[in-house]
């Protein structure tokens, strides 16, 4: 038996939506890397209920918002984020160590 047209388009476009998601999140934890390497002071990049910061070593966390050294992942996060909800996804992470998702 096959499966009814609209649920396989349907099924279709979930899957590529989901594959859609987690080619997001890689470029977010790409960009974030690029940033943590690119500055030192920093220290973590946490992502997760609508927001995206990162921590400084001696100062306050900044969100990626109010920074020019983060324009380029804001930028992503800002194109995406209606579509993809980019920030929903929970995340933390450093220049080199893995991704958390369980903080």
Request: a positive charge; zero cysteines; proline letters at 6%.
């Amino acid at each position: 038996m096959t499966m009814p047209k609209h649920k396989s388009h349907r099924a279709a476009i979930l899957s590529h939506y989901r594959q859609a998601e987690r080619h997001a999140q890689k470029e977010v934890v790409r960009l974030a890397r690029i940033i943590l390497r690119r500055h030192p002071d920093l220290d973590e990049f946490f992502m997760g209920n609508g927001g995206a910061f990162f921590t400084s070593k001696t100062s306050p966390s900044r969100d990626t918002a109010d920074d020019p050294r983060f324009r380029r992942l804001n930028k992503f996060i800002v194109e995406w984020e209606d579509v993809m909800k980019i920030t929903g996804e929970p995340m933390r992470l450093t220049a080199t160590g893995p991704v958390r998702r369980d903080w």
